[in-house]
């Protein structure tokens, strides 16, 4: 990484410290500026869990969308993993939410009123499992998009430095370029449908590797549209756009650049539209 690019990595740790500092200010005596209803549920949480001696760390598209996009949009959910506490425990501790469901990948669904929060016993989730010993570095290594590979400590009260954990994520920011950070996710329909999402969504780059990891398998489309179901509750990609998009990205050969599909798809004209611009809406 070049002088530069430090220089600007830099900035996002200083941008994400003041920013948790500023959030978690409320519980630690201060009088913090008014801050967005939803983000107000993860200070709450780390509250309650530092009143357990629980160590906490907000994790992936919540920290992606303030970085790329600032507070004012309410994220989808906030997913939040806590070091040294079990499921049980995390049950109990927040039996007053409403809890939704428990998560295929280990985790306990809340709905919290205007977001949903996901809250992990750290050895609970996929990739961390049946492991002897076990620490938040390998949550973030197991991420599958690199721009979700991040962590923020929002413990309070612990005397030291807020941690800031990362795997290509601070990259990703950098470049705007989505790569895949680790492959063996099991759950690969929902994997390829949101590297579709975010990509568009906050017009991003597709890099070499998440183009060789979506062309070089055969897609069943049914299991995307179900896979989004499942995952989001909704469908915003049907199955004649996620054949499009598929096609678009199976033949890119890279020789332009990298692979932007919002300008692909602006690009096609009315016959091969198929409602394919109604993704970047």
């Not at 500023?22 to 008014?34: H, I, V």
């Not at 357990?52 to 994790?59: M, T």
């Not at 050895?123 to 690199?146: G, M, S």
Request: with cysteine; charged share 25%.
């Amino acid at each position: 990484m070049d002088s530069e690019a430090t220089s600007r990595s830099r900035t996002i740790n200083r941008y994400l410290l003041a920013w948790f500092d500023r959030l978690l200010e409320a519980e630690t005596g201060g009088t913090p500026e008014p801050l967005p209803k939803a983000w107000c549920v993860v200070r709450t949480i780390a509250h309650r869990a530092s009143k357990r001696n629980w160590s906490a760390f907000l994790i992936g598209g919540a920290i992606r969308d303030l970085v790329l996009g600032g507070a004012a949009k309410t994220p989808r959910d906030f997913d939040i993993v806590l070091c040294n506490a079990t499921q049980a425990e995390i049950a109990a501790e927040f039996s007053d939410l409403p809890l939704v469901r428990r998560t295929r990948l280990g985790g306990l669904r809340y709905d919290c009123g205007e977001v949903f929060v996901d809250i992990w016993p750290l050895e609970e989730t996929f990739a961390v499992r049946n492991k002897k010993a076990v620490k938040i570095q390998d949550v973030t290594k197991h991420a599958f998009l690199d721009l979700e590979a991040v962590a923020v400590e929002i413990s309070l009260g612990m005397g030291k430095p807020r941690q800031i954990i990362e795997n290509g994520f601070t990259r990703a920011v950098l470049t705007r370029t989505l790569e895949v950070n680790y492959e063996q996710n099991p759950f690969p329909e929902v994997c390829v449908v949101k590297a579709i999402r975010t990509a568009t969504g906050l017009t991003l780059f597709m890099g070499d590797s998440l183009v060789e990891y979506i062309r070089s398998r055969d897609w069943d489309l049914n299991a995307l549209v179900e896979a989004q179901k499942y995952h989001y509750g909704d469908i915003f990609l049907n199955e004649f756009q996620l054949r499009d998009v598929l096609e678009i990205v199976s033949g890119w050969n890279g020789k332009n650049g990298k692979l932007s599909l919002n300008s692909l798809i602006s690009q096609r004209g009315p016959k091969e539209e198929l409602s394919l611009r109604g993704i970047l809406s």
